[in-house]
C-alpha cells in the first residue's frame, strides 16, 4: 500500500471541505421574526420624568441619556411575564410564536421584543447596531447591557456595541420605548459564524493523524 505524505494529506483535508475560518454574516435585522409583546400599553409611563420613562407625551422632552442600570420594571410585571433569562419568553402578553416584528408601534406606549440566536458552534466579533425613536433598553440571556434615550428618528447605528462571543442558543431582549411623536426600530446584529466542518472531512483528517502517528511508532520501532 502506497504510504501518503503529510502534505498529501493535509491538502486532501483541505480540498475535502474543511474550513476553520470564519466568515462574517448578518444574524439579526429587520426581517428577523422575533417573540413580540405589544402588551405593555402606558404602565410604565407612571414612573414619572426621572426614570427611563417619562410621561407619555412630547411635553416631557427628548432629553438624551445614557441607563447604566436596568429600569424598574416592576409596574409591567404582568404583561411582561417571564422574558429576561436564557429561554424562550412566557406568560404575559407574549406572542405564542415568533413574528415579524413591527418597525413602529402605538405612540406613547412600550413594547418588547425577544430574539432566539442560534450561534451553533460559535459567533465571534458579534457586533450589535440600533436605532430607535425614542427610548431603548437591551439585555442578552437577562444580563443588561444597555439603554439610552434621546430624540429623533430612527438610524441604524445611532447606538452600536460589540457583544461577547456567543455559543448554543442565546436571547437577546429588548424594550422599546416611545413618549411622543412618532416611533421607529431599526437593528442589526453581524457575527463571524463559525463553521461545522464536514463529517466526512473530519474522518479524513482523524485517518491522516492515525497514519501519521503510526508512522512514528513504525520509526522509533526501526531505531
Known amino acids: 500500500m502506497k504510504r501518503l505524505s503529510?502534505?498529501?494529506?493535509?491538502?486532501a483535508v483541505v480540498l475535502s471541505g474543511v474550513s476553520f475560518a470564519a466568515h462574517a454574516v448578518?444574524?439579526?435585522?429587520?426581517?428577523?421574526?422575533g417573540y413580540y409583546n405589544n402588551g405593555l400599553g402606558q404602565v410604565l409611563d407612571t414612573l414619572g420624568t426621572?426614570?427611563?420613562?417619562?410621561?407619555?407625551?412630547?411635553?416631557?422632552g427628548d432629553s438624551t441619556l445614557t441607563f447604566l442600570t436596568a429600569p424598574?420594571?416592576?409596574?409591567?410585571a404582568g404583561?411582561?411575564?417571564?422574558?429576561?433569562?436564557?429561554?424562550?419568553?412566557?406568560?404575559g402578553a407574549w406572542s405564542a410564536a415568533p413574528q415579524a416584528i413591527p418597525s413602529a408601534w402605538a405612540i406613547n406606549s412600550e413594547s418588547a421584543i425577544v430574539y432566539s440566536i442560534d450561534a451553533g458552534t460559535g459567533l465571534t466579533d458579534v457586533n450589535l447596531s440600533l436605532g430607535v425613536d425614542n427610548g431603548i433598553f437591551v439585555w442578552l440571556n437577562g444580563s443588561y447591557l444597555f439603554g439610552a434615550r434621546a430624540g429623533g428618528g430612527s438610524t441604524l447605528g445611532e447606538y452600536s456595541f460589540g457583544l461577547s462571543n456567543?455559543?448554543?442558543?442565546?436571547?437577546?431582549?429588548?424594550?422599546?420605548?416611545?413618549?411622543?411623536g412618532a416611533a421607529g426600530y431599526d437593528?442589526?446584529?453581524?457575527a463571524n459564524r463559525v463553521p461545522v466542518p464536514a463529517p466526512a472531512a473530519l474522518g479524513l483528517f482523524a485517518m491522516g493523524l492515525l497514519a501519521?502517528?503510526?508512522r512514528q511508532l513504525a520509526k522509533k520501532t526501526k531505531n
Do not use: M
Not at 72 to 76: E, F, I, P
Not at 187 to 190: D, E, F, G, V
Open 6 to 11: 503529510l502534505k498529501t494529506l493535509l491538502a
Open 26 to 33: 448578518a444574524i439579526v435585522d429587520n426581517s428577523t421574526f
Open 50 to 60: 426621572n426614570d427611563p420613562f417619562p410621561c407619555a407625551n412630547v411635553a416631557c
Open 72 to 76: 424598574n420594571l416592576s409596574a409591567a
Open 79 to 91: 404583561a411582561l411575564g417571564s422574558w429576561l433569562g436564557n429561554s424562550a419568553p412566557t406568560g
Open 166 to 180: 456567543l455559543v448554543g442558543t442565546n436571547y437577546l431582549q429588548i424594550l422599546r420605548e416611545d413618549h411622543g
Open 187 to 190: 437593528i442589526s446584529l453581524t
Open 212 to 214: 501519521l502517528g503510526a
